[in-house]
């Protein structure tokens, strides 16, 4: 017997939305991430892109647990002198929640080429509607 491993052209790439509403950040973004892998399908090849498109609505309605909505903090630096910036989680969902979602899923996808391209596949929305009715996408509910 012999292996399969799936080509990028040969891949059947489905879309799903996901609804944010009351979800933890981490349970969310971990089955996202899995979904963006391909790690649902039969045919997964770790060093492939097998997965498919996700939709995130309602981004501003996510769930953090304890205490991580004040005491967590966003921290980045911009490579100068005194650059180093932090905010904390309610004022990020507050004012960028497709960030908050879309950093949580991009921190579980490979730190490489394939990764990258991945992270591309995920759509975040802070409402309810989302340009891509067109696709047809399927409803893809989240294990709690």
Do not use: C
């Not at 492939?48 to 980045?76: E, S």
């Amino acid at each position: 017997m012999t292996t399969y491993m799936a080509k990028a052209g040969e891949v059947d790439r489905k879309w799903w939305v996901v609804d944010a509403t009351d979800i933890p950040l981490g349970r969310l973004a971990s089955n996202v991430a899995s979904v963006l892998r391909g790690k649902h399908k039969p045919t997964y090849t770790p060093h492939a892109d097998a997965g498919d498109f996700v939709i995130v609505v309602n981004a501003d309605k996510i769930k953090l647990t304890g205490n991580k909505l004040t005491g967590k903090l966003y921290q980045h630096h911009s490579g100068k002198v005194g650059g180093f910036k932090e905010r904390p989680y309610d004022w990020m969902i507050e004012n960028r929640p497709e960030f908050v979602i879309a950093r949580a899923v991009r921190g579980m996808l490979p730190k490489n080429r394939l990764g990258r391209k991945l992270g591309t596949k995920l759509k975040v929305y802070s409402g309810a509607t989302h340009p891509h009715a067109a696709q047809k996408p399927e409803a893809l509910s989240v294990t709690l």
